[in-house]
């Protein structure tokens, strides 16, 4: 049963960098076609798709935020790290992360609880 | 970047209804397309990917449809647990996700 939970601070001031860990159970990243993902969600909006890592370490990212963001995973913990820079009230949302299934595309079939993040000073 | 829209914006259906919900890409993505489904304050669902495939333990009442730049999600009898937001999103390039359609039963 895969399983996946987002942690993190709840608050963040504007130009401050946002960190989030999702910890994950089930697979592994170790393992050859799994991929992690991260979407956000602002509050009464609709899902935005952030990046991902795969079980190789490549990584994509949306190229809209590129330039603010970094995933990186931990395997032997089963985690996985997203970092946003200059963090604006705007960035306000749920964070969500998300597995996709080994060697499909983008899209996700377990998805984590969320966390929301406010921006605020 | 893909825009994707979907229509109407909110339904309000009656149980045992069919409904339909369309979702337009502003670019042909194939059949890289999914659905999901979202519940107050909870996380998004896969209903539905490569267009028609339905994800396991989903209700078979539920169909997709549609290729290209035109897709739909199908209920075919609405149930009262069938109230929530849906979503369609392309993964052609990259991911996005439409603006939503709320469904309240």
């Known amino acids: 049963q895969i399983t996946l939970k987002e942690s993190g601070p709840t608050l963040v001031k504007p130009t401050q960098t946002l960190t989030l860990t999702c910890t994950f159970s089930?697979?592994?990243?170790?393992?050859?076609?799994?991929?992690v993902g991260w979407i956000r969600q602002p509050p009464g909006k609709a899902l935005e798709w952030l990046g991902i890592?795969?079980?190789?370490?490549?990584?994509r990212y949306s190229p809209s935020l590129k330039s603010r963001l970094t995933i990186t995973k931990d395997t032997s913990k089963n985690q996985v790290v997203l970092t946003m820079t200059n963090m604006d009230p705007l960035d306000t949302a749920t964070y969500y992360c998300?597995?996709?299934?080994?060697?499909?595309?983008?899209?996700?079939?377990?998805w984590g609880q969320g966390t929301l993040v406010t921006v605020s000073s | 970047d893909i825009q994707m829209t979907q229509s109407p914006s909110t339904l309000s259906p009656s149980v045992g209804d069919r409904v339909t919900i369309t979702c337009r890409a502003s670019q042909g993505v194939g059949t890289w397309l999914a659905w999901y489904q979202q519940k107050p304050g909870k996380a998004p669902k896969l209903l539905i990917y490569?267009?028609?495939t339905l994800q396991s333990g989903v209700p078979s009442r539920f169909s997709g449809g549609g290729s290209g730049t035109e897709f739909t999600l199908t209920i075919s009898s609405l149930q009262p647990d069938d109230s929530a937001t849906y979503y369609c999103q392309q993964y052609d390039t990259y991911a996005t996700f439409g603006q939503g359609t709320k469904v309240e039963v």
């Open positions: 998300a597995h996709r299934p080994p060697y499909e595309l983008l899209w996700f079939d377990i």
């Open positions: 890592v795969y079980w190789d370490d490549d990584k």
């Open positions: 089930g697979f592994s990243l170790g393992t050859h076609g799994e991929g």
């Open positions: 490569k267009a028609s």
